[in-house]
T-cell receptor, first 117, second 111 residues
Framework: KAGVTQTPRYLIKTRGQQVTLSCSPI?????VSWYQQTPGQGLQFLFEYFSETQRNKGNFPGRFSGRQFSNSRSEMNVSTLELGDSALYLC????????????????FGAGSRLTVL | GEDVEQSLFLSVREGDSSVINCTYTDSSSTYLYWYKQEPGAGLQLLTYIFSNMDMKQDQRLTVLLNKKDKHLSLRIADTQTGDSAIYFCAERGSSASKIIFGSGTRLSIRP
């Protein structure tokens, strides 16, 4: 079955602009998590969605937002871009959601690489 | 709070064993994971271990968990050039929907 698909793969924006990234999870997966990966900070948790509800949120400013649709596809938005937002944004999906006692294994997409100039 | 720490670099000779270490702080961790990231790609799950286990073996991979010391390790036997990658340790703690990752260990292989 198809893996996690993220679009676009690469994009360049300028400071002050906004960006929307898209993630299509594996069919049947209802949980989608977003991470920001930078060389200095490693992999930082942004948020997790399950059945269109945000279940958990990391320590990012309000400029970072997301949503999930009824088909489990998710988008994240970053407004008023700053140079420090340049990063690889990774989306991951999993079968289980909050409260699951299972392993909740995440399957990652290839990421969207954002460059802010 | 939840934190996962790993050393940033490891260099081993081809054919030797690689041991990548990780420490975590959340004593309520239920599952611990090892992921691999190759250049230009997302993260790929290698293996995971439930917190009530102390060892798991899967072909060339051996995971050891010391829950008392909150220490996790990944041993790769007979390391090959294809094992060059960044290895991430991760833990699922008290919040089941949030998986916290370490900063990754870059494994390089010497001929």
């Amino acid at each position: 079955k198809a893996g996690v698909t993220q679009t676009p793969r690469y994009l360049i924006k300028t400071r002050g602009q906004q960006v929307t990234l898209s993630c299509s999870p594996i069919s049947g997966h209802r949980s989608v998590s977003w991470y920001q990966q930078t060389p200095g900070q490693g992999l930082q948790f942004l948020f997790e969605y399950f059945s269109e509800t945000q279940r958990n949120k990391g320590n990012f400013p309000g400029r970072f937002s997301g949503r999930q649709f009824s088909n489990s596809r998710s988008e994240m938005n970053v407004s008023t871009l700053e140079l420090g937002d340049s990063a690889l944004y990774l989306c991951a999906s999993s079968l289980e959601g909050t409260g699951s006692s299972g392993a909740n294994v995440l399957t990652f997409g290839a990421g969207s690489r954002l460059t802010v100039l | 709070g939840e934190d996962v720490e790993q050393s940033l670099f490891l260099s081993v000779r081809e054919g030797d064993s690689s041991v990548i270490n990780c420490t975590y702080t959340d004593s309520s961790s239920t599952y611990l994971y090892w992921y691999k990231q190759e250049p230009g790609a997302g993260l790929q799950l290698l293996t995971y271990i439930f917190s009530n286990m102390d060892m798991k073996q899967d072909q060339r991979l051996t995971v050891l968990l010391n829950k008392k010391d909150k220490h996790l390790s990944l041993r790769i036997a007979d390391t090959q050039t294809g094992d060059s990658a960044i290895y991430f340790c991760a833990e699922r703690g008290s919040s089941a929907s949030k998986i916290i990752f370490g900063s990754g260990t870059r494994l390089s292989i010497r001929p």
